[in-house]
């Protein structure tokens, strides 16, 4: 054999026991959701299960089954995925929301959505157990790459539902066009199917979107697709239309320094409390409102109640993807999270009263916190190729990176040093 030859085998089988030295056998289970109301997403689809198994043979998937979620066990089984109740022999477990306190097993680790991070009280329990079953709980949205930006959410999805929700409480005020809630249309394509019959047919509506990341980013790409002209705030602002129009605003053009000094971003999100809010113009001008910041408590609400009394604020609907409660809100009429099955309430300002949407008083509050639930199959999609890309290679141990430790919450039956914080919230002090 020629020489070079016998030295690209002994590279090629260096790389292969490298290769087998760093996979060890590893089992991962996709769980079922416990959480009401239910919630159809799963974290992979059975393509992108069996994908992985070929690439990676030490690596086996095993599902819970399960009656709601938005693929069947059988989708499962015919790619190759164990389907079985029993996960306890697996070292992995990953769903999409809070497992429940009696469902954890002892000593595994966990990937979820644990809403905990922001000391929700309704979790404590949760994290309370976590540290007493020696759990290690990696939170989806702790993950983050070197620069700390968040690498897998469904952010996009939230935007998208929350934006075609919002327009279909207009719809439903209005009666000028027709939109259906976005989960009877089963299927992103299949609502941008409907939205080329509306081009021509909707309203002068002026809408807002606050922010600029994934969520606001989402809703923006509904707005196009169903040709709503985009313009700058000032030109929002300053000028009439006789087409339905959005303007996107971010923290410069909604708040301000107390003290006068000139607006800089990276002071604002660190001292949030020292700004006002400027958003009022946009309250006399605003029929839809769809917000998608990411929000401070500190920082400074968009309008107050009392704002929402005046006879010149014109904000018809608000689509609170954001969806913080009030009175800890950037809006004071988000006073509960509405459902899927109820999406809509309507809110008196004059009273401060909960009512039935679509009165000519009310301002109509879309304030869904599941969103992407709607469109469960194309967000389990989308997240399951975000996993696949940016964490997958350091799971299994092909990457030597920090990402994972940076985004465990708890390990060995304590929190570690990057949420120490959490733990007065823990032991029941805070």
């Known amino acids: 054999m020629h020489l070079k ?21 590893l089992k991962i289970a996709l769980l079922k959701e416990w959480k009401v109301p239910a919630d159809a997403r799963v974290p992979l689809t059975p393509e992108q299960c069996a994908a992985i198994q070929q690439k990676y043979p030490l690596v086996k998937f095993v599902v819970q089954p399960s009656q709601i979620r938005c693929i069947a066990d059988a989708d499962y089984l015919a790619a190759g995925i164990e389907v079985r109740e029993d996960v306890s ?32 009280a309704h979790n404590r329990k949760l994290l309370q157990a976590v540290l007493e079953k020696n759990v290690r709980l990696v939170d989806y949205e702790t993950l983050t790459n070197a620069d700390g930006l968040r690498v897998i959410a469904f952010g996009r999805w939230a935007g998208i539902v929350g934006a075609h929700n919002g327009l279909m409480a207009v719809a439903n005020r209005l009666k000028t066009f027709e939109l259906g809630q976005m989960h009877t249309y089963k299927t992103y394509s299949n609502a941008q199917a409907h939205y080329k019959t509306l081009q021509q047919k909707l309203p002068p509506l002026r809408i807002v979107i606050t922010g600029s990341g994934r969520v606001s980013s989402g809703a923006a790409e509904v707005l196009d697709l169903l040709k709503i002209r985009a313009v700058s705030p000032s030109v929002f602002l300053n000028n009439k239309f006789d087409e339905a129009v959005y303007t996107q605003v971010n923290a410069p053009q909604y708040a301000k320094h107390k003290g006068g000094k000139p607006f800089l971003l990276e002071d604002f999100y660190e001292n949030p409390q020292d700004y006002v809010s400027t958003f009022a113009p946009f309250c006399k001008c605003c029929d839809l409102l769809i917000n998608g910041i990411f929000w401070d408590k500190r920082a400074p609400a968009f309008f107050s109640k009392e704002e929402m009394k005046s006879a010149d604020f014109s904000i018809k609907t608000i689509a609170d993807i954001t969806c913080d409660i009030a009175p800890a809100s950037s809006i004071p009429s988000t006073l509960f999270a509405s459902t899927i099955s109820e999406p809509v309430f309507g809110y008196n300002p004059q009273n401060e ?17 599941n969103l992407p639930s709607e469109l469960p199959i194309d967000a389990s999609s989308a997240f399951g190729e975000q996993f696949i890309k940016a964490v ?21 039956g304590k929190l570690t040093p990057n949420f120490a914080y959490l733990q007065d919230y823990a032991d029941g002090k805070e």
């Open 392 to 412: 997958l290679d350091e799971l299994i141990g092909l990457k030597k990176e920090d990402m994972l430790n940076r985004a465990t919450i708890a390990q060995g």
């Open 89 to 120: 022999d697996c070292d992995i477990l990953m769903g999409i929301k809070e497992v429940p306190v009696d469902k954890l097993i002892p000593n595994k680790t966990y990937f979820f959505f644990s809403h905990t991070i922001k000391k929700q």
């Open 353 to 369: 009263t909960v009512t039935r949407p679509y009165q000519p008083e009310v301002v109509n509050m879309m304030t869904i916190d």
């Open 5 to 25: 030859n016998i030295n690209v085998c002994k590279i090629l089988k260096k790389l292969l026991n490298s290769y087998r030295m760093k996979i060890t056998f």
